[in-house]
Each structure stands twice: as structure tokens, then as C-alpha cells.
């Protein structure tokens, strides 16, 4: 029986190949949503489908809405992957890169990405489109030629378009973590006998000089590497804000012994997952 996968996006994009990635040792059923939102929603619906969601890239940033999806949801991260995001140019097969005169489709973050190696030819201009992979998609279904859409490489084979330059990213340090989502429980079972040795919590603290600084102390006191730190404001609560923390650590009765430590000094906090680091 397949795992179903809930994923932003269509088959072939970079969520996609995440997901794959991840559960590479089953055969996996993505399921495609138009929207974040969509997956955590067909999670809730289906307790069977894990997601595969974005949360930063090391060009771009946080992904700041699905900080705030997954504290409301009510889902637990159950793992985390991460991707290198190589950028190819495709189009159908049989076109060269001179023949492209009527626009290179791909997502605005996509083409940021790639804006050296289209500043090289007069004949590529950069067009806005939702995904990478649904350009690819279009240009196949709809046999558009003098079109490239910028994608993965796994796109270019589901949609069968020939790659005319592989690797046009301007940064080749260009990753992309993404964590695995899940209802608590499908997420306890796939956790059983993994080395669970990271965290995400998210917490907010008193409006008072050295609150933050107080708990970091704590968290340091007990050897929890803290890897990541998100603040985000607290919406009605002007100059509040919540932190969301990402913490490594080898020793779990340790870390536990850490987060009861820190209660006192916090508000709201919960954790949003205990899983296996990538790292």
C-alpha cells in the first residue's frame, strides 16, 4: 500500500522530489494541493496523508505562513529533508535556447534564482507563472513552442521535455528544508525506533527586559544546540511576538529536563515535534 503525501504543487516539483526523497524507501501517492493551506487541510480531513511542506531556503528565507499553519493546525512534524534546488532550462524536445523568444515560464522565485544565466541571452524573457512544474506541465500539454519553463529535473522527465541547460541557478548553495507533517498518532508509529535528536517549539515570553535572554540560558545550561530562532508578532498583542526554535541535542532526558525548565518562564509554549535530524 502506497503512502499518500500531501504536497503544495503538482507531481514533479520540488515538493515532490522532497517527498520522494524522504519516504525513499516506499512507494508513495501524491496528493496535489493548490495551496499550503490545502495540505494541512487534507491532513486534518485524512488522517492517513502525511504533507511535505516548505518552511526556509537558505536564499528566500522563512516561509512565514507555514510557521503560523503549523501551530494552528494541530499536526506534528514528524521528520524533516532537505533539498538542493537545481533550476534547469526545458522546453520540447527538438528546441534550442535561440529558438526561445516568447518567454521562460516559472515561479517569481524561480526566475530570481536564475537571473544570470537569463541576463546572458537577449531572446529569454523571464515570465511569472504559479509553480515550476505546472510550467513545464503547460508547455508539454499544450505543445508551446518558442516557450522554456525554468524546473526540476524530474519535471522535465514526467512532462517529457528535453533540458537545454541544466543548472542555471546563480547560487549553487540554494537548499530548501522541508518538514514532514502529520495527525500525532501516524506520526508517533513512523517515529518508533528513530533517533530522535531535534526539535521545533514555539513559545512567547513576558514583555519585560531580559525574558528571551533567560530562557536561551536555560536551554544552553542543558546542551540543547539551538539551531534556528523565528520570531513573529503576536497578532493583537502589540510588541509581543512568538518564537518559534528549532533545538538539537543528544541526550532526550536532557532536552526534556530543558523544555519543563523553561515553562516558567514562557507562554503558550508547545511542541509542534521531536523527530530525526537530517544534519
Known amino acids: ?116 544565466f537569463l541576463a546572458k541571452y537577449p531572446n529569454l524573457v523571464a515570465v511569472e507563472s504559479d509553480d515550476t512544474a505546472s510550467s513545464a506541465r503547460k508547455i508539454a500539454e499544450q505543445k508551446l513552442t518558442g516557450r522554456a519553463a525554468i524546473c526540476g529535473k524530474l519535471a522535465a522527465e514526467i512532462y517529457g521535455l528535453e533540458i537545454l541547460a541544466p543548472g542555471i541557478e546563480t547560487n549553487k548553495r540554494n537548499f530548501t528544508r522541508f518538514l514532514i507533517i502529520a495527525d500525532p498518532w501516524t506520526a508517533e508509529e513512523h517515529l518508533k525506533g528513530k533517533n530522535i535528536n531535534k526539535s521545533s517549539i514555539v513559545f512567547a515570553v513576558p514583555h519585560e527586559e531580559g525574558s528571551l535572554a533567560k530562557v536561551l540560558s536555560i536551554l544552553s545550561y542543558y546542551h540543547t544546540n539551538l539551531t534556528k530562532i523565528q520570531s513573529l508578532p503576536i497578532i493583537g498583542r502589540e510588541w509581543e511576538y512568538l518564537f518559534y526554535v528549532n533545538l538539537k541535542f543528544n541526550n532526550y532526558l536532557s532536552y526534556n529536563q530543558a523544555i519543563e525548565a523553561i515553562r516558567p518562564f514562557t507562554k503558550d509554549l508547545r511542541i509542534l515535534g521531536e523527530y530525526e535530524s537530517t544534519d
Open 1 to 116: 500500500m502506497s503512502r499518500k503525501v500531501a504536497i503544495q504543487g503538482i507531481a514533479g516539483s520540488f515538493h515532490d522530489i522532497a517527498a520522494r526523497n524522504y519516504f525513499k524507501t516506499e512507494e508513495i501517492e501524491i496528493i496535489p494541493c493548490s495551496t499550503f493551506k490545502d495540505v494541512f487541510a487534507a491532513i486534518r480531513k485524512d488522517n492517513s496523508i502525511v504533507g511535505a511542506v516548505a518552511i526556509e531556503n537558505t536564499i528566500a528565507g522563512s516561509l512565514l505562513q507555514n510557521h503560523n499553519l503549523l501551530k494552528e493546525s494541530g499536526l506534528t512534524i514528524m521528520g524533516e529533508t532537505k533539498l538542493r534546488i537545481e533550476h534547469n532550462l526545458v522546453a520540447l524536445p527538438g528546441q534550442k535556447i535561440e529558438d526561445i523568444t516568447k518567454g521562460v515560464y516559472s515561479h517569481p522565485i524561480a526566475l530570481m534564482q536564475c537571473e544570470d
